[in-house]
């Protein structure tokens, strides 16, 4: 696959220019004043957070995030997003588990290594980040790309999992490469402009995504039927501090990724979360990802698009609590791997 059609594939997943679509203004205007009163406080960045600078194996380096006390809870974004993007699970969860959220390596406060951005490099960064933070009996949730990077970890670092982790969530994603076929139709217009930025990979793109720019086309593909604005202008500016090349070199670990003759080799518990309208990782892939998982419990959220903690955050929050106190359940009657050396 040449590398313009990778850039559009990457930055439809990043949500990177769809601000591009031109003749959804007037959407994008009523948009704008859509509030929600549920969901707004719970987008703003909380208090009392710890961070963390965690170097990595290949040179590069981690930022990580935390709040709370109590079991963990590790939280993975997707491309082009950011550790804030949880912002609304901090303040759900902080109060009973010890919330931990990181930048992806080459996202927000995080600098990738030798190795770049691949799934592999991922995944074992995941587990350094519980190696280093000594974690016992995490909860790890992925979203999207996350999710791809979750299941890798599960299954190159099967001893690590089983030493930190008691499940494994996996959020809007899926075990396979999302394909031009399934991109393009929400893609539309602005594939020509994402080709032209994989030509360009030096342009930030902030001159295509201006602050109060809130596409219709951004609401289209990421989020269900009743988004908040304020959870739109989040996502817009996670994107825009974004370079080109990260999505671009992103979007290719996200097309070379299959695992599907390789997570039944996971056999912890295991819980499928997918919105009923999330057009980037719809629930028949959700449904693919968890029937090739022994032990995975399905649900759709209704009317949810792909970006769940935003949308439906309190819901999630419920799963994620439910999860966890089953997951501790079934982690009782299981042996303990030995810690791993020092």
Not at 131 to 150: I, P, Q, Y
Not at 199 to 224: C, M
């Amino acid at each position: 696959m040449d590398r313009r059609t990778v850039g559009a594939i990457a930055g439809a997943l990043g949500l990177s220019a769809v601000a591009a679509v031109t003749g959804l203004r007037v959407a994008g205007h009523r948009i704008r004043e859509r509030t929600r009163p549920d969901i707004d406080p719970l987008l703003r960045t909380p208090g009392g957070l710890s961070h963390h600078q965690i170097a990595t194996s290949d040179g590069g380096s981690v930022h990580v995030v935390e709040a709370g006390r109590g079991r963990p809870v590790v939280l993975l974004h997707g491309v082009v997003l950011q550790w804030w993007v949880w912002n609304p699970l901090f303040h759900l969860l902080s109060d009973r588990f010890r919330v931990i959220a990181w930048d992806m390596r080459g996202h927000g406060g995080s600098t990738p290594g030798t190795d770049g951005i691949s799934m592999e490099a991922i995944a074992r960064d995941l587990a350094e980040v519980l190696d280093h933070l000594e974690l016992r009996d995490a909860v790890v949730v992925g979203h999207s790309m996350g999710g791809m990077a979750l299941g890798r970890y599960a299954v190159d670092h099967p001893t690590n999992c089983a030493e930190h982790s008691s499940g494994l969530m996996f959020l809007a994603t899926a075990a396979t490469e999302l394909t031009p076929q399934l991109i393009t139709p929400y893609l539309g217009a602005s594939a020509g402009v994402l080709a032209g930025l994989a030509d360009r990979a030096d342009l930030p793109v902030e001159w295509l995504w201006r602050p109060g720019n809130l596409s219709a086309s951004l609401v289209r593909i990421a989020f269900g039927k009743d988004p908040s604005a304020a959870a739109i202008e989040a996502t817009r500016q996670m994107v825009a501090e974004v370079r080109p090349a990260t999505s671009i070199e992103a979007g290719r670990a996200i097309l070379d990724h299959d695992l599907t003759d390789r997570l039944g080799d996971y056999d912890g518990p295991a819980m499928v979360v997918v919105g009923t309208d999330d057009h980037l990782t719809p629930p028949r892939l959700a449904g693919r990802l968890a029937g090739l998982i022994g032990q995975a419990e399905l649900v759709e959220l209704p009317d949810v698009g792909h970006q769940v903690m935003q949308e439906a955050p309190q819901r999630l929050a419920e799963l994620i609590e439910g999860f966890a106190d089953a997951a501790i359940t079934a982690r009782a009657g299981r042996p303990r791997p030995a810690a791993s050396p020092a």
